[in-house]
């Protein structure tokens, strides 16, 4: 287990309250909710600490054995977003080192060593057990009220209040502004971001397959506009597409290793089809997934 300070005093109430919504009763053992539970609070003073089951930060380390390893954590992860911004939680922090997976037992090679100290092949670690993916550390996010107005579901500027240093993530074009955005649609482009700079050049290898739906997805969800990018959702909706669609082959399909430092490339694309969804609320500019009952388990 993880013992972690999550407030003191009056900093850290928002991330308490995300954690509270996300991470605990009956809605932390969803099949589609990929939040770290919280197992229990602590109350000392003024501070409250939060125990969590101890988990490990291998989204891309160990890297992939092969594509169906690659879409299995891109669904998982794009599910887990999906679900907090139907309970009206906006995340704001996306990266690599906020998702973990549930295996804790030191950091694993992404190869075998051989002779000399070279790396070899990766190895089909994945396979070893049923991994889930989690995301992590809500000290930066916002949470809304269902019977909120969509107006009213903005932030403006770089979600820095209460944090030690600057903001270290990738920055969504509308972030650096003065004028109020929506943090669903924020949060989009930073998971989009992170796909991109993890899979882009991985995937290009199979540009003449289907692959190049998934990297057409990711651009979209990069687009400067934010009302050009797809929602949770409607991305999630895609995912499970593009996934029906693809054969045992392709995804036993060894996945190359990017260069370390290599920049997603600027691609155009015409703009995917709408996904076969009848969500409601996704035509509002600030709801991510409005109004929307959770499916039943």
Known sequence: MLIRLVVKGDDGLNHLAALRRLGTGDVAFRRDNHIVPMLREIVLDDMIFVVFPLLHDGFDS??????????DAVYQVTEGLAFCHER??????IDVDNILVNFKGG??????????????????????????????????????????HPSTRVVSGLPTKGLLGKYGRAVAPEM???????????????????FLRCFQVSLDIWALTPWTLL???????????PLSRPTMTQALQCIR????????????????????????????????????????????????????EPPIV
């Open 62 to 71: 160990p890297w992939y054995y092969n594509y169906g390893e690659v879409l």
């Open 88 to 93: 009206f939680v906006a995340h704001l922090d």
């Open 107 to 148: 950091a694993r090679q992404h190869g075998v060593t051989q002779p000399g100290g070279v790396l070899g092949p990766p190895t089909p670690f994945r396979a070893d057990f049923p991994v889930r993916y989690y995301l992590n550390d809500f000290e930066l996010a916002v949470c809304y009220e269902r019977d909120s």
């Open 176 to 194: 650096l502004s003065e004028q109020p955005y929506c943090p669903f649609r924020a949060d989009v482009w930073q998971l989009g971001s992170m």
């Open 215 to 225: 990297i057409q997805l990711f651009t979209e969800m990069t687009s400067e506009e």
């Open 241 to 292: 597409q593009f996934r029906s669609t693809l054969s045992w082959d392709s995804l036993a399909l060894r996945v190359p290793r990017p260069p370390p430092g290599t920049p997603p490339k600027s691609i155009s694309f015409e703009p995917l089809p709408e996904p076969a969804t009848d969500a409601p609320g996704t035509d509002l500019e600030n709801t991510p997934e409005a109004d929307r």
